[in-house]
């Protein structure tokens, strides 16, 4: 027998374990359980990640006019913002229709004063605008005479961005855990699948097969089965992942400022790669051990 290569011996290894296709297919199944999980916490932090870098900046402000400001410095100054670099949109509210807008969200705000809803101007920035440019924009903004205030949200930002900063925290903490829970897991059922095949493994050394040549082709069959695994969580969860979009609000996206997005492409092929990685690396410290006894 040829131990250099692949022999009679390995062929019969690999013919042994395509026969026992109910164990490969559980055992690809339970691998792929795992990594749902693990795929499904790495996808919260993708999302709450991109939620914080949204709301990291406001990118916009509500300029606040005077009472006695005029229609024709009104128009004058939303014509100077439309045509200032960095600005997506410009909306004059009177206000009358900052009143109706205030009252139909709440009917027990309609007591209030007229001078309660003053006319402002809302200005939307583009990503192009960073925090600094916003702040010399307000700046300017509050000095001219028929501006009252300017409101550019950054305190609430600030927290949110916090807020949303702890949530990736707490999601990467649980992406970690989860990770250790899929290690234990591709361990645990790569030694299960193992030692049903002892007696191959002995067979294989009693016939003269090296170390080495016995292990071949079990670290590539669970470096197969580790990324079959990744792949078919990765497939399972795209799917309730697009259910779930289909699903999702568009207003409520919109309010938000971003879409739900899927696991970018090189943390899939990261996640492939991994299932291989560890498939391999516990098949062959389970031989190892399982050929020292």
Request: charged residues 20%.
């Amino acid at each position: 027998m040829t131990t250099g290569g692949l022999g009679p011996a390995t062929f019969g290894t690999w013919r042994a374990g395509r026969s026992d296709w109910r164990l490969q297919v559980l055992t690809v199944f339970s691998l792929s359980v795992a990594f749902v999980c693990l795929a499904a916490s790495l996808l919260v932090v993708t999302n709450v990640e991109a939620l914080r870098d949204r709301w990291s900046r406001a990118g916009r402000a509500t300029v606040y006019l005077k009472d006695v400001t005029k229609e024709a410095d009104v128009g004058a100054l939303t014509q100077a913002l439309e045509q200032t670099e960095g600005v997506a949109r410009v909306r004059h509210v009177s206000s009358d229709e900052a009143r109706r807008e205030v009252v139909a969200a709440d009917e027990a705000l309609a007591s209030l004063p007229a001078r309660a809803f003053p006319a402002s101007i809302e200005v939307a920035f583009d990503d192009s605008v960073t925090d600094e440019q916003l702040k010399t924009i307000a700046l300017k903004l509050r000095a001219l005479p028929s501006v009252e205030s300017v409101e550019t949200y950054e305190r609430w930002t600030e927290r949110l961005s916090s807020v949303l900063g702890g949530g990736v925290t707490a999601a990467a903490c649980l992406a970690i855990i989860v990770l250790a829970a899929v290690i234990s897991v591709v361990a645990s059922t790569m030694r299960l699948l193992l030692q049903r095949r002892k007696i191959e493994v002995e067979v294989l050394r009693l016939v003269g097969a090296t170390d080495h040549f016995v292990r071949r082709p079990f670290v590539m069959e669970g470096a197969t089965q580790g990324a079959l695994g990744a792949t078919l969580a990765l497939a399972m969860l795209g799917v309730m992942f697009l259910l779930v979009r289909q699903r999702f609000d568009t207003h409520l996206a919109n309010l938000l400022g971003v879409m739900p997005s899927f696991l970018p492409w090189p943390m899939a092929l990261g996640m492939v790669a991994l299932g291989g990685a560890l498939g391999a690396a516990t098949a062959f410290f389970s031989l190892r051990r399982l050929t020292s006894v």
